[in-house]
């Protein structure tokens, strides 16, 4: 399984903030030991360390949507995928990654796209154009995400270990 941060209203944007969050995502390394990913936007930081299962070449994430409007993170695989991106048609898909369909779906769906995932799965997805975000998992609950609140009282933390 992957690891994945995702800190969200982060009133501190230093470079060191920006490197204590690089050294908590190294802490979940041994979650995804293969590449490891960083997206920085105003105050929200994705972060994600990848095992390589579907797509290994190509699919290091965080993943966007084709103008990059839209940022997720995930841990877990997607079985419905390959159906799901044959609905999308009209997208442009940078990678084979399984995970890639969910910033897609939440282009032509909006939040609603959740109940169309058929997977293990937990996600936190950045949208940067008002940023709102979504952070959610499998119905059953197979991959982990935590939930915790900075010292600031401001900032959301969502993890996928700890």
Known sequence: ????????????????????IIELSRRLRHR??????????????????????????????PLYNQDKTVVVTVNGEIYNHKELRAQLKSHTFRTGSDCEVIAHLYEEHGEDFVDMLDGMFSFVLLDTRDKSFIAARDAIGITPLYIGWGLDGMSDYFISAI
């Open 32 to 61: 995804g030991p293969d590449w490891s990913g960083l997206h920085c936007y105003e105050d929200c930081y994705l972060a994600h360390q990848r095992l390589a299962i579907v797509d290994p070449a190509s699919g290091d994430q």
């Open 1 to 20: 399984m992957c690891g994945i941060l995702a800190v969200l209203g982060c009133t501190d944007n230093s470079q060191a903030k920006r490197s204590r």
